[in-house]
């Protein structure tokens, strides 16, 4: 068990809908990573916060957002989705602002476009 | 900006044979960190080690062995008398300490028994 805790686990939606996934980070961290894994694009960064504001961001799409709020969760929200949205997200944490530590990931959710 | 290739597609060995798995890195940094993570089937991702660019000390934990060499940019990882359990797809990940991880491709190990 790492720590970090993702829910759900599985999700299933229609194209066009929104959806929101959550993290919670190991106790103490204060980053929060999130990374898209899908066949095409392999484990890709979309964005870090650090103890509720945003430090990084990789190739996230305008149509995702994400926030933490002040007990150090996160949550990565999905809109107008898309087939191709379909893969595993996943949240990772970290305790300072840099990743070269242990960095711990959740068992990711699932997302499933139809 | 860093690249990590993982060249190996799919590896597939018979139980109790030794396997490694390749990784080659490229940065401009002087300072950087390398991870290997392990993706079994059930799809969470495993922490398994961190290297950072000024340990070229090799890294042993029971079956598992890291080999790291700037002089190749490599950093390879070898699996010892596999087993079955060890079935999964392993990725290979660098960062220059801030921020963003840059993953390989990953490699998908098979182990039969």
């Known amino acids: 068990d790492s720590g970090v805790t993702q829910t759900p686990k599985h999700l299933i939606t229609a194209t066009g809908q929104r959806v929101t996934l959550r993290c919670s980070p190991r106790s103490g961290d204060l980053s929060v990573y999130w990374y898209q894994q899908s066949l095409d694009q392999g484990l890709q960064f979309l964005i870090q916060?650090?103890?509720?504001?945003?430090?990084a961001k990789g190739n996230i799409l305008e149509r995702f957002s994400a926030q933490q709020f002040p007990d150090l969760h996160s949550e990565l929200n999905l809109s107008s989705l898309e087939l191709g949205d379909s893969a595993l997200y996943f949240c990772a944490s970290s305790g300072g602002l840099r990743m070269n530590t242990e960095a711990f990931f959740g068992q990711g959710t699932r997302l499933t476009v139809v | 900006a860093q690249k990590v290739t993982q060249a190996q597609t799919e590896i597939s060995v018979v139980e109790k044979e030794d396997v490694t798995l390749d990784c080659v890195y490229e940065t401009r940094d002087t300072t950087y960190y390398l991870f290997w993570y392990k993706q079994p089937p059930s799809g969470e991702l495993v922490f398994l080690i961190r290297r950072n660019s000024f340990d070229e000390q090799n890294e042993i934990s029971g079956r598992y062995s890291w080999n790291f060499q700037k002089s190749t940019s490599s950093f390879n990882f070898t699996i010892t008398a596999s087993q079955v359990v060890d079935s999964a797809v392993y990725f290979c990940a660098s960062n220059t300490g801030f921020q963003k991880l840059v993953f390989g491709t990953g490699t998908r190990l098979l182990v039969s028994p």
């Open positions: 916060y650090y103890n509720g504001e945003e430090r």
